[in-house]
């Protein structure tokens, strides 16, 4: 730990975690993704928000892939290249559309620095936020804490564990597409989800 606000924070997600999670595995994954974001130029306002905020989303995977939190609930993993566009989509729209009923996460195999511009105006068009999200690292507590595995497009990058679905979308890479292209291909992965959600009993087969 280099800065006080990263001990601090460490401190914080430790008690937060206490009995369940290691203080050398918080600060491990603390220290990770304060790594991953100045290689990434976030160091603004937000910077010890988004790293506890990425550190607590991997303490979350890390319990549930270890049974040491109940798999309740089904959770989908979405993983690109870059997580700066199709699976970031996938993911909101995911989380939309299935509600409480169903955890997302999203991530990449080379994260970008920052969400597709055009992705995120074309979900904002349809009421969907991407303004709180940045391009996170796949890692392997993610993968299996996922029981459905969705990549599009980064090939054998993503790590296989016995037990889980896994399934390839042929997508678009929305960047350098116009604002046109990036709509069909949003509308794309909207039918795919909701067809998988259909399949996995999160939306009635009656859904528009």
Known sequence: MTAPWMEHEAIELIREYRGTASPETVRRFMVEAVTHLESRARVDTYFPVLASRMVRDRLRALLRAEGIT????????????????????????????????????SAGSMPADEVNPTVAAVMQEIGLDLAEEFPKPLTDEAVRAAD????????????????????????????????????????DIRGRIETLLREMGILQATSA
């Open 70 to 105: 109940p798999r309740d609930i089904p959770e989908i993993l979405f993983v690109c290249v870059h997580n700066a566009g199709r699976s970031q989509m996938a993911a909101v729209m995911t989380a939309s559309l299935g509600g409480a009923r169903v955890r997302v996460r």
């Open 148 to 187: 459905v595995v969705i990549t599009m497009g980064c090939g054998d990058a993503c790590p296989v564990f016995p037990g889980k679905r896994y399934l390839d979308w042929e997508l678009d890479d929305p960047s350098g597409q116009s604002i046109e292209a990036v709509r069909v291909i949003r509308d």
